[in-house]
């Protein structure tokens, strides 16, 4: 991926931002309007596809590393699981623990928020690594090494 | 009703999508095909009433085509060919004729469509509220009374991209 034109460039520079603005409204939101984790990071993770394929891969990549990728992915999931494990604190297993707040509200319906932003997380880094995935260890570009695995 | 011919043209605009999408020789085609298949259900989901649904849906098929449509342009032949075996498609027809048989029986004694709500959703939409204290329902549903099912969901997705990794990895892989 060697990256576009300018106008490509340009546009994708001004869009980023709001495409990964909406991302996180959709995240936080997912417990009053139509959405939640798993869209929001889907949408999150578009803004960065947007950004690698406009720019190439090498910036999106320096920006968020392979490695750092795959710990938040790691830390999205552990973190779900744990919200899922403290509600042995006050009962069992996934236990809305904390409390439920005044509804319509932000800050409301107690853990429903915390496994939002996790899944969110998870979620958009871990489809950010899959396009990483397979634009990084492209294996065969030029005739460098034949392709075993295709026909 | 107006409505139900908006959602039948659509339906039908899927079937034409996804036969297009099998049949045609161009994989370029086929994917574009295959992405209107998927925006048209994202939007029947928009009609049945399910936002929620109609969000995942598009935005996933946004990607998907990013997906594809890297996998298959930076191919230099994108067209298939193929051999059309009369066995192979007779077999089918019967098979399709046998399901459409059996299927328009069952759909006979099926209730309409979103009539008797069942028990257990009036359950949720009746308490769910005070419960969990989320005004969208179906992050309540998703997050709280079957938040053990989205945990699976979420070890599936880190699984399958964990063997995405593992198979499409450089570095590691034993030289032949």
């Known amino acids: 991926m060697k990256g576009m034109t300018l106008i490509v460039r340009t546009i994708s520079r001004i869009v980023a931002g709001p495409i990964m603005l909406f991302g996180i409204y959709i995240v936080l939101y997912g417990h009053l309007t139509p959405g939640g984790g798993f869209a929001g990071g889907v949408i999150l993770a578009l803004g960065v596809m947007l950004l690698m394929l406009a720019f190439g891969k090498e910036p999106a990549l320096k920006k968020l590393p392979e490695r750092r990728a795959s710990l938040l992915d790691s830390l999205g999931a552990l973190g779900f699981w744990a919200i899922a494990l403290l509600g042995f604190t006050a009962g069992y297993y996934f236990l809305n623990f904390l409390g ?8 409301s319906a107690g853990t429903i928020p915390l496994s939002n932003i996790s899944i969110g997380l998870k979620v958009g880094v871990s489809l950010f690594a899959v396009l990483a995935a397979l634009s990084v260890y492209r294996r065969y570009t ?8 295709e026909d | 009703m107006e409505f139900s011919h908006v959602f039948y043209a659509l339906l039908s605009l899927m079937v034409v ?6 049949e045609t020789k161009d994989l370029l085609s086929s994917v574009v095909s295959v992405a209107l298949v998927g925006f048209s259900m994202g939007v029947s989901f928009l009609l049945l009433g399910a936002p929620d649904i109609a ?3 598009v935005v996933m098929e946004v990607l998907c085509l990013i997906i594809l449509l890297r996998a298959t342009v930076r191919r230099d032949d994108t067209t298939i060919y193929k051999y059309i075996e009369t066995f192979a498609v007779a077999t089918a027809l019967i098979f399709l004729a046998v399901f459409l048989i059996l299927s328009y029986r069952a759909f006979k ?5 979103g009539h008797p709500l069942m028990t257990v959703s009036g359950e949720y939409l009746r308490n769910g509220l005070a419960k969990t204290g ?3 329902m179906v992050t309540a549903v998703l997050l709280d009374f079957r938040a053990y099912d989205t945990l699976g969901e979420a070890t599936v997705l880190f699984v399958s991209i964990l063997g995405a990794i ?5 570095r590691g892989r034993k030289a032949r």
Do not use: C, T
């Open chain 2, 166 to 170: 593992a198979v499409l990895r450089r």
């Open chain 1, 100 to 107: 439920k707040g005044s509804p319509f509200h932000l800050v």
């Open chain 1, 142 to 149: 030029s005739g460098e090494e034949p392709p075993e695995e």
């Open chain 2, 17 to 22: 999508g996804s036969i297009i999408a099998v």
């Open chain 2, 55 to 57: 969000i995942v849906q």
């Open chain 2, 109 to 113: 004694d099926l209730p309409p469509f």
């Open chain 2, 134 to 136: 989320a005004a969208n």
